[in-house]
C-alpha cells in the first residue's frame, strides 16, 4: 500500500501495514487540519490565512473512498462545483498509491500529477503518514489545506456562503449536539464499523465489529420509522456522513467485508430512506456502484487474490420512496 515518510513515498512492508491492536483495525488518524474560513481567520481545528474564494482550492478525491464521497457531496449540496475544481483518482490503487491517467476523467487538471503522493510531498513539506483522499488543495499558496473528510465537509456548508455558495445550512446550530452525538455512534460502528470487521485479524474482533455495524443499522432502522431524516423533516450533515456507507452497503461490505447478516434491502425503513437521498438533485452523479466492487474486490487484504468483481446484486436507487410522507422535503 504504501506511506510517505520525511516527505518520501515508501513501498517498504512493514511502514506500510495496517495497523493492528488484538486483531483489531485501527484507522490513522488524519494530521493536516488547517481551516477556511469566509475572512481566513482561524478555525476550529487549524491556522489561519484560509480565505473562501470561488477557484482558489481544488478537491482530491476518489469515486470509490466513501470519506472522499462526503466532500464530492456537499460541493453538491451547496453548489460549489463551479467554484472547486477537482481531480479523481483511478478507481484502484497501484504501488504508488491513489494514481491518475495522464488525460480524462481520472487525470489531474490540477497539477498534472501522476500519483497523490506527490501532491503531499510539494503541499505539506515532510509529510509522515499515509496518502489518502480526500485532500483540500490552496492553488494560491500551494498548501494542502486539510486531509480530514469531516472538517472539508464543515468548511464547504458555511465558509463559502459570502463567496457564491446557496445558504442551505447542514450543520444548524439548534441540532448540533443531536448531530454530533449520531455522527459519533454512526462513525465508530457503522462508517468505519465495516472496515473493522473487514479487516479484522481475528474471529473476536470481526464478531465484535460485525455486531456493532447491525445493532447502529438497527439503530437507525427504528429511528428512521417514526422521521424521514435522521434530525427530523430535513436534511443535515448526519443524514450525508451516512449516506456513503449505504450506497456501498450491498455492492461492498456484505460481501467483501463479511458484514452479511442483512442486505440493506432487507431493510423497510432505511433502504427507502436511502433511496431517497440518492434521488436528492445532482447526488445520483456522485455514486458508482460498479466502481465500488470493483474498488474493494481488488483489496489485497481481504484475502481475494486473483481480483474477481462478483457480477451482482441489483440494486437500484432509483424506485420510489415515499419518504416524503413522513415530513418535509430537504
Same mark, same amino acid.
Given at each position: 500500500?504504501?506511506?510517505?515518510?520525511?516527505?518520501?513515498?515508501?513501498?517498504?512492508?512493514?511502514?506500510?501495514?495496517? *495497523?493492528?491492536?488484538?486483531?483489531?483495525?485501527?484507522?490513522?488518524?488524519?494530521?493536516?487540519?488547517?481551516?477556511?474560513?469566509?475572512?481566513?481567520?482561524?478555525?476550529?481545528?487549524?491556522?489561519?490565512?484560509?480565505?473562501?474564494?470561488?477557484?482558489?482550492?481544488?478537491?482530491?478525491?476518489?469515486?470509490?473512498?466513501?470519506?472522499?464521497?462526503?466532500?464530492?457531496?456537499?460541493?453538491?449540496?451547496?453548489?460549489?462545483?463551479?467554484?472547486?475544481?477537482?481531480?479523481?483518482?483511478?478507481?484502484?490503487?497501484?504501488?504508488?498509491?491513489?494514481?491518475?491517467?495522464?488525460?480524462?476523467?481520472?487525470?489531474?487538471?490540477?497539477?498534472?500529477?501522476?500519483?497523490?503522493?506527490?501532491?503531499?510531498?510539494?503541499?505539506?513539506?515532510?509529510?509522515?503518514?499515509?496518502?489518502?483522499?480526500?485532500?483540500?488543495?490552496?492553488? *494560491?499558496?500551494?498548501?494542502?489545506?486539510?486531509?480530514?473528510?469531516?472538517?472539508?465537509?464543515?468548511?464547504?456548508?458555511?465558509?463559502?456562503?459570502?463567496?457564491?455558495?446557496?445558504?442551505?445550512?447542514?450543520?444548524?446550530?439548534?441540532?448540533?449536539?443531536?448531530?454530533?452525538?449520531?455522527?459519533?455512534?454512526?462513525?465508530?460502528?457503522?462508517?468505519?464499523?465495516?472496515?473493522?470487521?473487514?479487516?479484522?485479524?481475528?474471529?473476536?474482533?470481526?464478531?465484535?465489529?460485525?455486531?456493532?455495524?447491525?445493532?447502529?443499522?438497527?439503530?437507525?432502522?427504528?429511528?428512521?420509522?417514526?422521521?424521514?431524516?435522521?434530525?427530523?423533516?430535513?436534511?443535515?450533515?448526519?443524514?450525508?456522513?451516512?449516506?456513503?456507507?449505504?450506497?456501498?452497503?450491498?455492492?461492498?461490505?456484505?460481501?467483501?467485508?463479511?458484514?452479511?447478516?442483512?442486505?440493506?434491502?432487507?431493510?423497510?425503513?432505511?433502504?427507502?430512506?436511502?433511496?431517497?437521498?440518492?434521488?436528492?438533485?445532482?447526488?445520483?452523479?456522485?455514486?458508482?456502484?460498479?466502481?465500488?466492487?470493483?474498488?474493494?474486490?481488488?483489496?489485497?487484504?481481504?484475502?481475494?487474490?486473483?481480483?474477481?468483481?462478483?457480477?451482482?446484486?441489483?440494486?437500484?436507487?432509483?424506485?420510489?420512496?415515499?419518504?416524503?410522507?413522513?415530513?418535509?422535503?430537504?
Amino acid at each position: 500500500m504504501g506511506v510517505m515518510i520525511d516527505g518520501r513515498w515508501t513501498t517498504d512492508e512493514e511502514a506500510s501495514a495496517l *495497523k493492528f491492536a488484538d486483531g483489531r483495525w485501527q484507522r490513522d488518524v488524519s494530521v493536516i487540519r488547517h481551516w477556511i474560513t469566509a475572512d481566513g481567520s482561524p478555525g476550529p481545528t487549524g491556522d489561519g490565512g484560509f480565505a473562501a474564494e470561488a477557484g482558489r482550492y481544488h478537491l482530491f478525491v476518489a469515486y470509490g473512498c466513501p470519506w472522499a464521497h462526503r466532500t464530492l457531496i456537499f460541493r453538491v449540496l451547496k453548489n460549489l462545483e463551479d467554484m472547486i475544481s477537482v481531480s479523481i483518482a483511478l478507481p484502484r490503487r497501484s504501488d504508488q498509491g491513489w494514481i491518475f491517467d495522464s488525460e480524462g476523467e481520472y487525470s489531474d487538471p490540477c497539477l498534472g500529477k501522476h500519483a497523490l503522493w506527490e501532491v503531499y510531498a510539494e503541499g505539506h513539506s515532510g509529510y509522515t503518514g499515509r496518502v489518502t483522499v480526500p485532500v483540500l488543495y490552496d492553488k *494560491k499558496t500551494q498548501r494542502i489545506v486539510n486531509n480530514e473528510s469531516a472538517d472539508i465537509i464543515r468548511m464547504l456548508n458555511s465558509a463559502f456562503d459570502g463567496a457564491g455558495a446557496n445558504d442551505r445550512d447542514f450543520y444548524p446550530e439548534a441540532n448540533r449536539p443531536e448531530i454530533d452525538t449520531l455522527n459519533e455512534r454512526i462513525y465508530a460502528n457503522l462508517n468505519n464499523g465495516v472496515y473493522r470487521a473487514g479487516f479484522a485479524r481475528t474471529q473476536d474482533a470481526y464478531e465484535e465489529a460485525f455486531d456493532q455495524v447491525f445493532e447502529t443499522l438497527d439503530f437507525l432502522e427504528d429511528r428512521l420509522g417514526r422521521q424521514r431524516y435522521l434530525c427530523g423533516d430535513r436534511q443535515t450533515e448526519a443524514d450525508w456522513r451516512l449516506f456513503p456507507t449505504l450506497a456501498r452497503f450491498d455492492v461492498a461490505y456484505h460481501y467483501a467485508f463479511k458484514c452479511n447478516l442483512r442486505r440493506l434491502m432487507d431493510y423497510p425503513n432505511l433502504w427507502p430512506y436511502t433511496r431517497d437521498l440518492y434521488q436528492s438533485p445532482g447526488i445520483s452523479r456522485t455514486v458508482k456502484p460498479d466502481l465500488y466492487k470493483h474498488g474493494y474486490f481488488s483489496i489485497s487484504e481481504l484475502r481475494n487474490p486473483l481480483g474477481i468483481v462478483p457480477k451482482g446484486p441489483i440494486v437500484d436507487f432509483t424506485t420510489a420512496h415515499d419518504r416524503e410522507l413522513l415530513g418535509a422535503a430537504a
